[in-house]
């Protein structure tokens, strides 16, 4: 199975600034088959990112994603105050898998 | 737009078996994939497994295994979910998800990302 680490597992920032969260594989992930999930309190997770780097119908272009092979990562490029939440990465190469999570909350 | 709606909350005795429903409303299934997902309370998501409906096929988490079984009728457009053997560590909002764009490998199974996700159900496991 592969097992996905993210980190930070907490990152503090005010809106305005730039964020980035990582994601790292055990292994390869096969054919950039990496997404990423952004969940708020209450509420289903919503697709941001698929592919490692195509954006989901409707997701504004500050959020974008890179990456290949055991490491990925999601970069928000200015914070707006509706993107504080929680982030997972989730691979879909090889059975699936989610990360633990990072939580972006406000400094 | 398609919405994938789910049935209300379970409570259920340890032991028993839980069934969670998920319909697609506006839309069908269509060369589509359906995945569920679950979340225990102040936890991270973890996938249990998915169907492709066209087909009938499933596959499962390794570690839901035996205990989880996932079906479609697609002439309603409606996936199901049933865990056996519920204990306390069941207890979690369980999310169905539509997965686009699936492809299979003999070796890695199916691959899917989850791009329209239902409310949850709440599934609480209590004596």
């Known amino acids: 199975e592969i097992l996905l680490t993210q980190s930070p597992g907490t990152l503090s920032l005010s809106p305005g600034e730039r964020a980035t969260l990582s994601c790292r594989a055990s292994q390869s992930v096969s054919s950039s088959y990496l997404a990423w999930y952004q969940q708020k309190p209450g509420q289903a997770p919503r697709l941001l990112i698929y592919?490692?780097?195509s954006r989901a119908t409707g997701i504004p272009d500050r959020f974008s994603g890179s990456g290949s092979g055991t490491g990925f990562t999601l970069t928000i490029s200015r914070l707006e105050p509706e993107d504080f939440a929680v982030y997972y990465c989730?691979?879909?190469?090889?059975?699936?898998?989610f990360g633990q999570g990072t939580k972006l909350e406000i400094k | 737009q398609v919405q994938l709606v789910q049935s209300g909350a379970e409570v259920k005795k340890p032991g028993s078996s839980v069934r969670v429903s998920c319909k697609a409303s506006?839309?069908?299934?269509?060369?589509?994939?359906i995945g569920w997902v679950r979340q225990a309370p102040g936890q991270g998501l973890e996938w249990m497994g998915g169907i492709i409906p066209a087909f009938g096929t499933s596959n499962y988490a390794q570690r839901f295994q035996g205990r989880v079984t996932i079906t479609a009728d697609e002439s309603t457009s409606t996936a199901y979910m049933e865990l056996s053997g519920l204990g306390s560590e069941d207890t979690a909002v369980y999310y169905c998800a539509r997965g686009r764009d699936w492809a299979y490998d003999i070796l890695t199974g199916y691959s899917y990302y989850m791009d329209v996700w239902g409310k949850g159900t709440t599934v609480t496991v209590s004596s």
């Open positions: 506006g839309g069908t299934f269509n060369g589509f994939a």
């Open positions: 989730q691979q879909y190469g090889s059975s699936h898998t």
């Open positions: 592919g490692a780097s």
